[in-house]
């Protein structure tokens, strides 16, 4: 894998629903992780930065793991809620020495009331 | 506690004219980068400045250049406008050495700018 990539592109749930995205990245030279939520109109705010295979971070409900051998993370959000819908947009940090943040597409979650 | 502030949140300038968006990062902040975020993309790296230089360029023209005031505000300025430059652009500031490693980046809401 040579860029970023995130799937679904969108997806909608009923409130309530459990739900999951993904994000692919280059695996070697690995540095960093970083997962944004990005409401419409506001800016995009920072929830994980992951840097440890095996890593798993927690935030309320949502929740992320990290895989960096293989390159993948995934975002978890337990119970979703209308207030979850946004745009998750995760981002490989390159290598070390690295100050350029490398994003996905963005997966877009709408959570139907 | 003030984040990212962007001016202006939208404008329209006509194609071959020149443009500058400004940005002031959160407080306490010394380090800001630029985004550019065209239509169905992920945010893509434009350059970051740091003391007053810029420290790292992603892949765009020279026609997009910067600059970072001491009180550490900055401004992205794009000469020669085309068609394809219309976007949103994002500012992110953070400080430097290890917070954006540990807490990412403080990004602000951007500025719309469309060319016509």
């Known amino acids: 894998i040579l860029n970023v990539e995130q799937s679904p592109q969108s997806l909608h749930v009923q409130e309530g629903d459990s739900t999951n995205f993904t994000c692919s990245f280059p695996s070697s030279n690995f540095y960093a992780l970083h997962w944004y939520r990005w409401e419409t109109a506001k800016s995009p705010e920072a929830l994980f930065v992951m840097t440890l295979n095996g890593d798993e971070k927690k935030k309320g409900r949502i929740s992320a793991t990290l895989n960096t051998k293989e390159g993948y993370s995934y975002l978890y959000i337990k119970g979703s809620q209308p207030e979850d819908s946004a745009t998750y947009l995760c981002a490989d940090s390159g290598g070390a020495g690295s100050y350029q943040l490398t994003f996905g597409k963005g997966t877009k979650l709408s959570v139907i009331p | ?116």
């Open chain 2, 1 to 116: 506690d003030a984040g990212v502030t962007q001016s202006p949140t939208h404008l329209i300038k006509t194609r071959g004219q020149q443009v500058t968006l400004r940005c002031s990062p959160k407080s306490g902040h010394d380090t800001v980068s630029w985004y550019q975020q065209a239509l169905g993309q992920g945010p893509q790296f434009i350059f970051q400045y740091y003391e007053e230089e810029e420290r790292q360029r992603g892949n765009f023209p020279d026609r997009f250049s910067g600059h970072q005031f001491p009180n550490y505000s900055s401004e992205l300025n794009v000469n020669a406008l085309l068609l394809g430059d219309s976007a949103l652009y994002l500012c992110a500031s953070s400080l430097a050495g290890f917070s954006s490693e540990l807490y990412g980046y403080t990004f602000g809401s951007g500025t719309r700018l469309t060319v016509v």
